[in-house]
């Protein structure tokens, strides 16, 4: 069974730093991109990052470039955030997702973990 | 970066109704079009890949069509399991990108 874990929110002050972790299972972590994507209080979700299956191409939303950098250990089947100078705004629920390509198939999000709770207040 | 706009933002419908969700990408995706449904304190469960293929355990009720830039969610009768929000995303490109949203409630 897939099974993605996200672990490490919580509360943090404005500029303060949060380094958030998921955890996979059930499947060879190092075939697939996986991704970061965060969901504000009663807001949609929003895409904040992106990496490759070897970490060699990474995307990141304008919001947060230059902020957080994601990152892998295939050999941990481990996918990480960190997040540097935090802000209000990226208080969220923040899920981690793989997404499965198949031949004749375009590529798809099929497995999210539950998410972590960051808050970011004073 | 491509751009989903969905519409509309929020629907009013009863059990039995017919309901439809539109997706319109800012340029061609092809066919690279998903749908997701999300339910209040829950993560996202893919339901619709491809535009129109049927995620594995997802009801029959739903089908997606489209392709290039206009994509179309229908639940063919709704069920009281289905209000919730839909989410449309674009995996033709990087950056992935998701619309903003259709919360389904009850009339």
């Known amino acids: 069974e897939v099974q993605l874990v996200e672990s490490g929110g919580g509360l943090v002050q404005p500029g303060g730093s949060l380094r958030l972790s998921c955890a996979a299972s059930?499947?060879?972590?190092?075939?697939?991109?996986m991704y970061w994507v965060r969901q504000a209080p009663g807001k949609g979700l929003v895409l904040v990052s992106h990496i490759n299956i070897d970490g060699s191409d990474t995307t990141y939303a304008d919001s947060v470039r230059g902020r957080f950098t994601i990152s892998r250990d295939n050999a941990k089947n481990t996918l990480y955030l960190q997040m540097n100078s935090l802000r209000a705004e990226d208080t969220a629920m923040y899920y981690c997702s793989r997404e499965l390509s198949s031949a004749g198939n375009g590529p798809r999000m099929d497995s999210w973990g539950q998410g972590t709770l960051v808050t970011v207040s004073s | 970066d491509i751009q989903m706009t969905q519409s509309p933002s929020s629907l009013s419908a009863s059990v039995g109704d017919r309901v439809t969700i539109t997706c319109r990408a800012s340029q061609s995706i092809n066919r690279n079009l998903n749908w997701y449904q999300q339910k209040p304190g829950k993560a996202p469960k893919l339901l619709i890949f491809g535009a129109s293929t049927l995620q594995s355990g997802v009801p029959s009720g739903f089908s997606g069509s489209g392709s290039g830039t206009d994509f179309t969610l229908t639940i063919s009768s709704l069920q009281p399991e289905d209000f919730a929000t839909y989410y449309c995303?674009?995996?033709?490109?990087?950056?992935?990108?998701f619309g903003q949203g259709t919360k389904v409630e009850s009339k």
């Open positions: 059930g499947f060879t972590f190092r075939s697939y991109w």
């Open positions: 995303q674009q995996s033709y490109s990087t950056p992935r990108s």
